[in-house]
Structure formats: structure tokens, C-alpha cells
């Protein structure tokens, strides 16, 4: 059994930065795809990147594409994402997911088996 617990969120004025991290336990997070998504208060989860298990491919919601940057250290069982150039329509609970899968990364989040609590971002000025 995965279990994941997110770290990272804050509230940060537009522009800003923050780093996302997901820690993994109770097994090895190498065999996993990892994603990112997010949910937006009265708005459904969204997907806003993934990783293969070794590090690729990796994919990036259009909306993130160019401030956001996934990756994945398999000996620290943690994935990061990079969050750069924050926007007020980037706030909402992130989740990191993990999916049992050989290659590739989804983005459809039903395709996950593994999911932490989230953790809030908050881009307000």
C-alpha cells in the first residue's frame, strides 16, 4: 500500500514561486506514474502534469505549460512541481496521485490508484 503526503502550499501574491513536494511511503515510488492536479472551490479537478516512473515523459496542462516543472527524485520517494510565475486562477487543493503503470503518465485522473490528502495554494494579492 502507497500512501503520499503533499507539502508546499501557501498563499503568495501573483508572479511568485512555490514548490510542491510529494513524499512517498510504505512502498517504492519507482513503479509509479505520478500526477499532479487541482481542484478550484465549485470547480472540478483538473489535471496539471504528470511524470513516468523514471523520470518520463512528462506532460503539462496548456494552462501551466512554460511555469510549472515536474520531477521526481526515486531515492527520496518524492516528485516536486516547480510552480513559477503564479497566477490568482492557479489557487486551488493540489493533489499528487500515483498510478501503477510501466510507462507513460495519464491525465485522466480515474486512471490513478493512489491519492494524498492535498495541499492548499492560494495566488492572491
Given at each position: 500500500q502507497l500512501q503520499l503526503v503533499e507539502s508546499g502550499g501557501g498563499l503568495v501574491q501573483p508572479g511568485e514561486s512555490l514548490r510542491l513536494s510529494c513524499?512517498?511511503?510504505g512502498n517504492t515510488l519507482d513503479s509509479y506514474s505520478i500526477?499532479?492536479?487541482r481542484q478550484a472551490p465549485g470547480k472540478e479537478r483538473e489535471g496539471v502534469s504528470c511524470i513516468g516512473r523514471t523520470g518520463a515523459p512528462?506532460?503539462?496542462a496548456d494552462s501551466?505549460?512554460?511555469r510549472f516543472s515536474i520531477s521526481r527524485d526515486n531515492a527520496?520517494?518524492?516528485?516536486?512541481?516547480q510552480m513559477?510565475?503564479?497566477?490568482?486562477e492557479?489557487?486551488?487543493v493540489y493533489f499528487c496521485a500515483a498510478e501503477l503503470r510501466n510507462y507513460?503518465?495519464?491525465s485522466d485522473s480515474s486512471k490513478y490508484d493512489y491519492w494524498g490528502q492535498g495541499t492548499q495554494v492560494t495566488v492572491s494579492s
Open positions: 513524499v512517498g511511503s500526477g499532479w492536479f512528462i506532460t503539462y501551466v505549460k512554460g527520496k520517494k518524492t516528485v516536486y512541481l513559477n510565475s503564479l497566477k490568482p492557479d489557487t486551488g507513460g503518465c495519464a
